[in-house]
């Protein structure tokens, strides 16, 4: 599930499973299998971007941090 914004601002949290197909017009127009057609605030990018997040989340994908060096065993720079 996703949380978007409706044009009005109201929020909404959307099964993304129920996407047939995003476009780009002024507007970020969502089409569901449904049939049921929604318009947000947010654009495309962000809506996959955080379809990407949910999915990595839920999957157990998350990306993995950077390491930083061990303050103790880290060798000097010269």
Do not use: K, W, Y
């Amino acid at each position: 599930m996703v949380r978007l914004t409706r044009l009005n601002h109201a929020p909404l949290v959307l099964n993304s499973d129920l996407i047939e197909h995003i476009d780009i017009t002024p507007d970020t127009v969502i089409t569901l299998t449904t049939g049921q057609i929604l318009r947000v605030l947010e654009t495309a990018e962000e809506v996959v971007e955080r379809i990407v997040e949910f999915r990595r989340r839920i999957h157990g994908l998350e990306l993995p941090r950077p390491a930083e060096p061990d303050q103790d065993t880290a060798e000097p720079i010269e």
